[in-house]
């Protein structure tokens, strides 16, 4: 059992969380979106006084609970958009770090433009193509986030 820890950071895999593949849940047998869930849950009730559970924009929030702060890469020096969701247990929110301004694409309605960063095409889709390593790269860690989560938390 779990003990003698102050902090947890957590980032469970997301294949059954996220989104982006939850539709897959119904259409592919033996998907284990339950135990996903189950693990999630086993995460934030550890007796560990400050938890953050990090998952991107998914199940997570209608299942458990709606989270405490949304982040994206580019608060954190990275030129990419990716709305990421945390559920902090005693722990304030992240403070972002490194904004990076965002290009403006034109929408086609007077002057109005809407934000881009370097890993969405001018629609606002990802530009991953499709790859066998696309679930991977989406799921990639940003170290910026994680250099702020250590400076800002680990002195807690």
């Known amino acids: 059992m779990v003990s003698g820890y102050d902090l947890l950071i957590a980032f469970p895999p997301c294949k059954y969380l996220c989104s982006s593949g939850l539709h897959w849940n119904s259409r592919v047998p033996g998907r284990a979106a339950q135990s996903a869930l189950e693990f999630v849950r086993w995460l934030m009730g550890l007796p560990i006084k400050r938890i953050c559970i990090e998952n991107p924009v998914g199940c997570l929030s209608s299942r458990i609970r709606r989270p405490d702060q949304l982040i994206h890469p580019h608060q954190f020096g990275h030129d990419a958009s990716k709305k990421t969701c945390l559920w902090l247990t005693n722990l304030p929110h992240?403070?972002?770090?490194?904004?990076?301004?965002?290009?403006?694409?034109?929408?086609?309605?007077?002057?109005?433009?809407?934000?881009?960063?370097?890993?969405?095409?001018?629609?606002?889709?990802?530009?991953?193509v499709s790859a066998q390593d696309r679930a991977e790269r989406r799921a990639e860690r940003w170290q910026g986030v994680a250099d702020a989560m250590a400076e800002q938390w680990g002195v807690l």
């Open 94 to 128: 992240l403070v972002p770090t490194q904004p990076v301004a965002p290009r403006f694409v034109a929408t086609g309605r007077g002057t109005q433009t809407l934000p881009r960063w370097g890993n969405q095409f001018d629609s606002g889709q990802n530009n991953l």
